[in-house]
């Protein structure tokens, strides 16, 4: 959230962008009026939780995502997963059907002018689209009972249990794959909602940046926890840029109002004290600092057991 303030020194408003659109949970706090940023300010993280972050130079390493070749295929997009999915099969299929009707080619069995005592290693195997359905009433073990392989087939034999066997690797990588994919919490994120705007304004007898948080749907976010990082550039004593640099803000670790029970809207506060960040930001430097305030609410999904993160 990008924060930014209006009116006096003694009465802060602060506008910040922390969120979702329209429809926010909660209405806006303190005193004074919400307004409009002049200039449009590069986020680190967007609204809809990307992070606005572009990874270069790694082109030298694109055999680490290889080596872990099912995470790479959970991470990417619906249609290339689909896309992946579709063609591997298509592909096995092909080559597979396309051993069987080679043996058959070699063996003979495709040869009309053959006498009625031989046995050929596939009964009904006499072309590739023969050959193809067989591999797939094996596959699927459909099993109509029109084709069916013989004993005095040795390497049809030796085919068959390879076939099974890659099957089964197949089926499992592809449909964990699609599985896991499915059930990501991604979409759980989008029914947490965070308030419009946040506010600076005195509860308590103590000055606090405050917003509101709230989960749309009846079931549970259980061991829900939020966090605020600060993210803005600094320089250390010895000379050092640090162009992210990232500080936890406090919204209760102490106390444990960190671990929220989110079954109706919540207030969360940060207590701007002599431990705070923005202690000593005035009115006029809050209006030129540039920082932002990432807030990372996470749970576990009811439903799922699903670790979800908004």
């Not at 209405?27 to 919400?34: A, E, H």
């Not at 051993?99 to 006499?126: E, K």
Request: charged residues 20%.
């Amino acid at each position: 959230m990008s924060l930014f303030c209006r009116r006096s020194v003694e009465e802060y408003q602060v506008v910040s962008s922390v969120v979702s659109g329209p429809g926010g949970v909660g209405g806006r706090g303190g005193r004074g009026t919400d307004f409009k940023k002049k200039k449009k300010r590069q986020r680190f993280v967007a609204k809809n939780g990307r992070c606005n972050v572009q990874h270069g130079n790694v082109s030298g390493e694109t055999g680490r995502y290889i080596s872990d070749i099912f995470t790479t295929l959970v991470d990417l997009k619906w249609r290339w997963n689909l896309l992946i999915f579709i063609l591997t099969y298509t592909v096995a299929w092909l080559v597979m059907a396309g051993f069987w009707w080679l043996i058959a080619y070699v063996r003979g069995d495709m040869d009309i002018a053959r006498d009625a005592d031989y046995t050929p290693c596939v009964a009904n195997v006499y072309n590739f689209p023969s050959a193809f359905l067989f591999f797939i009433e094996t596959e699927a073990t459909i099993g109509y009972g029109h084709r069916y392989i013989t004993e005095r087939c040795p390497e049809g034999i030796l085919l068959f249990l390879f076939q099974s066997l890659l099957g089964s690797i197949v089926d499992a990588f592809l449909v964990g794959c699609m599985f896991i994919k499915m059930s990501q919490p991604k979409k759980r994120a989008e029914t947490l909602m965070f308030s419009e705007s946040a506010v600076i304004s005195m509860r308590d007898g103590r000055l606090c940046l405050m917003f509101r948080v709230g989960n749309l749907r009846n079931s549970h976010m259980v061991s829900a926890q939020i966090r605020c990082k600060l993210l803005r550039s600094r320089q250390t004593p010895e000379g050092e840029f640090l162009p992210l640099d990232q500080l936890e803000l406090d919204v209760g670790f102490g106390t444990g109002a960190d671990q929220l029970f989110l079954v109706s809207p919540l207030t969360i506060c940060h207590v701007i004290d002599t431990n705070s960040p923005f202690y000593e930001l005035s009115y006029r430097s809050m209006q030129t600092e540039q920082f932002e305030i990432v807030v990372i609410l996470e749970g576990i999904v009811e439903t799922t057991a699903a670790v979800a993160q908004a």
